[in-house]
DNA sequence: CATGAATGAGTCTTCATTCAT
DNA sequence: AATGAATGAAGACTCATTCAT
């Protein structure tokens, strides 16, 4: 399965990217503190330490420290998001999944790897969704689009061969995504070590299954 | 009903404690700006500004801006959640509910309500929370006492006559509260508008029923 | 004669402001550094420095380093030259000069001494002027007005008892107020010894006579 | 005439220097923005920019900053000023003038288009000698030889014929300055439009040989 | 020669906190 | 109790200068 390995499409992207060694320490030493601490407690000096560089080279690529903030999110909602969420509808188009169990199955465990693979953006995003709701908005608004595009059609054909409820695509992708950030955040936010992701699934999708029958 | 009026609990402190009227001019203050624009972003010139006093007086009684985060936050976690959540035992204990439908539907009704009215505390708790696990930890640890306390008891009633499954009450619990949050927190978050919280009480039910039922 | 103490007028506007002791002083300071230095030479550091202050001092009442230049400079121009420029014209209003001769030294007189009293000022001017000719522009305007208004009428009633020749008053003025500066504005940029006023009055007066003699 | 075409004597300069493309590249680019902006004003990165060179190019032939200001400089100081004064002088004797006012009207006419055709090396002139005496004591004291030994002897043959007024040189060179600066001078400072020099000439010339008149 | 990444001292500015009145 | 001027320790950011490639 190809998404368990998201976190690397981050340090792909910094390959790929045409910033020096240095300014790459610069980037994953911001999200490590901005993760840890948060953006406002992160001073730049903190990352200039952690980084191994000066306070000067944190400066010449990036010209404002919300700069690197956005060099770490914006791929993250303009690549790694849309990225992850087209290998994901590819995978489930290709695969083509018998039941609705099937699919449930998948993208619940699919969601959960990429969420605990990308603890830490995830953090940062959490962080700045709360601190600044225009944040939220956009993302809302991003996700909202994949639902009706996406999800709806999906939706429909388990709907008409009666394994799913017929609610409307966005109350029924609210249920499953709160069930599954109910077990994903508390990981994220509190650093609990790693948990049978296996079984979790088996269970998220146990419960969802019954809630959303018909 | 007594609890949605809950915000009222955080006035009573006010009034019961020996906080003068300008003192207490400093919490509602703080209370508002933390909410808006996050701890870190609010200053004390700020909150002196707000509340009409001198940054002075902002000193005269609490030491740090830490303090008046915790004059806030403390009573929350210390007084005003069990009182509610004491509130809460007491109403069902004595409401002697005849079906979990009827438990459901009055708890999701109550927490919506509860979370609603304190949209302020909640998105400041959020905050920390996300920025500092620690506090996230001492929630969680006195929100499990609760559970298996409070909660389980319960559970196990209606385990017994048959209208809800046999899985512990920890995992039942994270499911009606992610449900719960998956509605309440967009509008804490991103300062929604007013929605309907009897339909979205009955929606909530609706799907928590069929997927806790045996 | 009310002109030559002209510098108290700056210090008669910090009596009248509500600044404390310690902002007057940072005025101060600011006003030497930046006459000494230039502005751009000049920092806070500076500045809180030679007042004796905290730099935090520097900015509880200015909100920027450009605030302090502007504090000194804006009453310069909105309160020092009008008002002297008002003393200026009054002076000659009521003194009723028999003749040209008498006119034309009292004036060079007064703007020498003006000029020299008002050293560090005058330099600041200059060096604002010269790196930001935005500020030539409105100094421009606002002598453009006084001229035409106040100056024009006045040489009039000289040029019809034949004392003075019948060139336009911007003319007359830049030959006048060139005159000057050439005397005043050497000294203020070198800090030149104090020189004989009163002898430079005279030999200024003399060519300008014979200049501007019909 | 071959003083209008000053400028050139500093693109000589530049060729004649075993300065590479790139060394006079960024000569020029200084000459630009300090005028423009002035000295404190413009960086380095902003030098190298405008230059097209990189910033180590910069500091390949010139050590530091201050370096290039004095590149800039010193040599129309050492070079340019005496060499244009040179031929300045040399047309004087060569040219013969047959009175005073011929004289003047060629020194005057010659002066102005000299000052509008450098307006920028002016421009920085004069910032920096109203930012730092030093220099002005230098230009003074170079001035004052050029004076006492160049023109005096010159003005001694026109007040010896009983055109020029038997003031000694500095005063007379004095005026004739001041009032040519207070032609040129703004038209450097507000980069106002070309003018027309001949009537300035005449007008000025005009008002000089009446006020030095005997 | 040329490059441009890297440096670190220094700049302006903010802000939690103190204290004399 | 209340004020608000004062503080100074950071914080974000700039920039002249260096140096490995």
């Given at each position: 399965?190809?998404?368990?390995n998201?976190?690397?499409?981050?340090?792909?992207?910094?390959?790929?990217?045409?910033?020096?060694?240095?300014?790459?320490?610069?980037?994953?030493?911001s999200?490590t503190?901005?993760?840890?601490?948060?953006?406002?407690?992160t001073?730049?000096?903190?990352?200039?330490?952690?980084?191994?560089?000066?306070?000067?080279?944190?400066?010449?690529?990036?010209?404002?420290?919300?700069?690197?903030?956005?060099?770490?999110?914006?791929?993250?909602?303009?690549?790694?998001l849309?990225?992850?969420?087209?290998?994901?509808?590819?995978?489930?188009?290709?695969?083509?999944?018998?039941?609705?169990?099937?699919?449930?199955?998948?993208?619940v465990?699919?969601?959960?790897?990429?969420?605990?693979?990308?603890?830490?953006?995830?953090?940062?995003?959490?962080?700045?969704i709360?601190?600044d709701?225009?944040?939220?908005?956009?993302?809302?608004?991003?996700?909202?689009?994949?639902f009706?595009?996406?999800?709806?059609?999906?939706?429909?054909?388990?709907?008409d061969?009666?394994?799913?409820?017929?609610?409307?695509?966005?109350?029924?992708?609210?249920?499953?995504i709160?069930?599954?950030?109910?077990?994903?955040?508390?990981?994220v936010?509190?650093?609990?070590?790693?948990?049978?992701v296996?079984?979790?699934?088996q269970?998220?999708?146990e419960?969802?299954l019954?809630?959303l029958?018909?």
């Amino acid at each position: 399965m190809a998404l368990n390995n998201v976190e690397s499409l981050f340090a792909a992207s910094l390959q790929d990217s045409d910033l020096s060694a240095k300014q790459k320490a610069v980037l994953r030493a911001s999200l490590t503190l901005f993760a840890d601490k948060g953006y406002d407690r992160t001073s730049t000096a903190d990352i200039a330490r952690l980084a191994g560089v000066s306070e000067g080279t944190v400066y010449k690529r990036f010209k404002t420290k919300r700069d690197i903030f956005e060099a770490i999110t914006t791929p993250f909602v303009d690549q790694v998001l849309p990225t992850a969420a087209g290998e994901f509808f590819k995978e489930i188009s290709t695969a083509g999944f018998p039941d609705f169990r099937s699919l449930l199955t998948f993208a619940v465990h699919d969601r959960i790897v990429f969420g605990l693979a990308n603890r830490r953006e995830l953090k940062i995003f959490v962080q700045e969704i709360v601190a600044d709701p225009q944040m939220f908005n956009a993302l809302a608004a991003r996700a909202s689009q994949l639902f009706t595009k996406g999800l709806a059609p999906l939706f429909k054909q388990f709907q008409d061969t009666g394994e799913l409820v017929q609610w409307d695509a966005i109350r029924i992708g609210r249920y499953i995504i709160s069930t599954v950030l109910g077990y994903v955040l508390p990981s994220v936010i509190a650093r609990t070590p790693e948990q049978n992701v296996d079984q979790a699934t088996q269970e998220i999708v146990e419960f969802l299954l019954k809630g959303l029958h018909p």
